[in-house]
């Protein structure tokens, strides 16, 4: 007959809980930049390979960015890239030292910038 400790138990519960649990955590200084284009529907792809090129090519390879996401409007034709870096500063010292190349780059398309502090960060139940 297996015996199984009341103690031991409560450890395994409690550690499926705590891996059920969601991810819910407060992020430490991340800035978000939020960058949307408003073009016409023969533009997109145009867009979306300068972004992509720019992420490819330079943005990737700054220190203090983390991750970026290209979104493409699932009904239309408006372009979203959302980029994730740990400070501000570090977004700004990019975007200074990188404007010519920037602008040359998506300047036509008519970026609009969003700037955010990041509060919280959930992730997947799994």
Request: aromatic letters at 8%.
């Amino acid at each position: 007959m297996l015996r199984i400790d009341r103690v031991a138990v409560s450890l395994i519960c409690a550690g499926l809980m705590a891996v059920a649990s969601p991810s819910i955590a407060e992020e430490k200084a991340m800035y978000a930049v939020i960058v949307e284009f408003d073009v016409a529907d023969e533009q997109t792809d145009a867009v979306v390979g300068s972004v992509e090129s720019l992420l490819s090519d330079l943005v990737r390879h700054q220190d203090g960015f983390v991750q970026a996401r290209l979104n493409r409007q699932a009904d239309g034709p408006k372009v979203v890239n959302y980029m994730l870096w740990e400070t501000g500063e570090a977004f700004n010292a990019f975007r200074v030292a990188n404007k010519d190349r920037i602008g040359e780059a998506i300047g036509q398309f008519g970026p609009k910038f969003t700037f955010y502090n990041v509060a919280r960060s959930i992730e997947a139940n799994r």
